[in-house]
């Protein structure tokens, strides 16, 4: 009763799901793993093998296929010892990604479907149950109708090459046949891969495409992911001429770290989103730094072959935290000329940004009246040595503090509150070279007055 129930649920399910009009071809090969078919508590016959072939077309996230199967089984049963099948008929499905599940990765979908299937098959089997007379075999060939309800995971948007998308699947179908004696009903588990097509991207197989013009901006000018309510996200305004081009086929989204280091990585297909937010987690799940500049690039491919890209930066502000009861913030984004204390070699863009950046330390500080802060200068070490940092490191931190200082006072910060210190590299946070832009810092530490 509840395996019908369920072949009712997913027929309703097909029949009432919208059919977007964008079409799309698919072909598929999937290698099957019999269950024993069971008749009122009797196995029939045991495990077998086989596979299965596909071809269909997709309406938006709806598929519809014929299909075409071969297994064989020679793991005895109770009434069958030898069972061939050959089974053709069609197929629908549906596809349950991230625009149906908000909280699925692009990479993820749950796909339901049902099938009727005609069956052929030839069987050695049995004249009776009785174990008395087991020596006594008949061959039979027969015919009859099979339904099928199953349900597949999907990985989409993983495999890609020109104008095809390769979707590896792994599902369960249950099949049930009406027998002289009662239901019949065996399950197959598949493992497979689709190979997805759409006339569009096969129209510019062979074309080197063009240029696609991108276009994003950010609705915030420091991102502070700290929870307080203000720029606590960064919302992208994301646009493309790609109507010019038969339409947006792919978008993808990368975000690195002031090292380089992919930090975050989203990508879709079809329209570009709207007012795309990001709340500042890695693909890890780790929170930006603050006081550090993370850039970003979308990338956008066009049906025609066309792409583009277009690089942004998003700068965190200052998020001060508490640690053991002291309060202190960390800054990486302050630009310094080689070797220098001062700004020689930095661009103007470059020069504006610690500007700005200055400037909300000294709000920030303003609102800690009573507290003093000392400023510490860190430093990389990239020999390792001792010498680099004695001889090196300590002198550099501190003429870096020291101006920080000084950009501070301008801005109306008491000099008695303010301690500038060079700490070299004795206080390094990390050994990776990729990650080494975390020990070029500047912290401060925040001291209650006594």
């Not at 078919?37 to 086989?50: L, R, S, T, W, Y």
């Not at 709806?62 to 069972?83: F, I, K, P, T, W």
């Not at 990389?380 to 300590?394: A, C, D, I, P």
């Not at 501190?398 to 920080?404: F, G, I, L, N, P």
Request: glycine residues 12%; contains cysteine.
């Amino acid at each position: 009763m509840r395996k019908a129930k369920f072949l009712i649920f997913v027929v309703l399910v097909l029949c009432v799901l919208p059919l977007p009009a964008q079409l799309k071809y698919f072909a598929g090969l999937h290698g099957d793993l019999s269950i024993p078919a069971c008749q009122n508590g009797d196995k029939v016959f045991g495990f077998g093998g086989g596979g299965t072939f596909e071809g269909g077309v997709y309406l938006g996230d709806l598929s519809l296929a014929l299909l075409g199967g071969l297994s064989y089984s020679n793991d005895s049963g109770n009434l069958v010892q030898e069972m061939t099948e050959w089974k053709v008929g069609v197929e629908a499905g549906y596809d349950f990604g991230k625009n149906i599940i908000p909280f699925f990765p692009e990479w993820l979908a749950i796909r339901p479907n049902l099938a009727v299937l005609a069956d052929f098959y030839k069987a050695d089997g049995y004249r009776s149950k009785s174990k008395k007379i087991i020596g006594q075999k008949e061959s039979s060939n027969g015919f009859s109708p099979v339904f099928e309800a199953g349900l597949l995971v999907d990985f989409p948007n993983l495999l890609s090459y020109k104008a095809f998308d390769f979707i590896p699947s792994i599902g369960y179908h249950e099949t049930f046949r009406m027998e002289k004696e009662g239901l019949l009903f065996s399950g197959r588990i598949s493992l497979g891969m689709r190979v997805l097509f759409s006339p569009s991207k096969l129209g510019s197989f062979n074309k080197e495409g063009g240029t696609l013009n991108v276009f994003a901006t950010t609705k915030s000018k420091l991102f502070t992911p700290d929870g307080d309510g203000e720029d606590d996200t960064v919302v992208f305004d994301v646009s493309s001429d790609a109507d010019e081009h038969e339409g947006v086929n792919t978008w993808e989204l990368r975000v690195y770290d002031p090292g380089q280091k992919i930090f975050f990585i989203d990508k879709g297909k079809g329209k570009l989103p709207e007012d795309y937010t990001w709340k500042g987690l890695s693909q890890n799940g780790s929170l930006v730094d603050g006081g550090a500049i993370y850039q970003y690039v979308w990338y956008v491919k066009a049906n025609d072959g066309s792409d583009g890209f277009i690089p942004g930066i998003i700068q965190t502000g200052v998020m001060v935290q508490e640690d053991d009861g002291v309060l202190h913030f960390s800054l990486s984004s302050i630009q310094f000329g080689p070797n220098s204390a001062g700004y020689e070699g930095l661009t103007d863009e470059e020069i504006q940004r610690n500007k700005n950046l200055f400037d909300t330390v000294a709000q920030i500080l303003k609102k800690y009246a009573n507290y003093n802060v000392t400023i510490e200068g860190h430093a990389n070490n990239v020999s390792g040595t001792e010498r680099e940092h004695l001889k090196e490191l300590l002198p550099l931190s501190t003429a870096r503090a020291q101006t920080v200082k000084k950009e501070l006072i301008a801005r109306g910060i008491e000099a008695e509150r303010l301690n500038a210190v060079g700490r070299g590299s004795e206080k390094m946070v990390t050994s990776k070279k990729d990650e080494a832009w975390k020990n070029r810092r500047v912290e401060f530490i925040l001291t209650e007055k006594e």
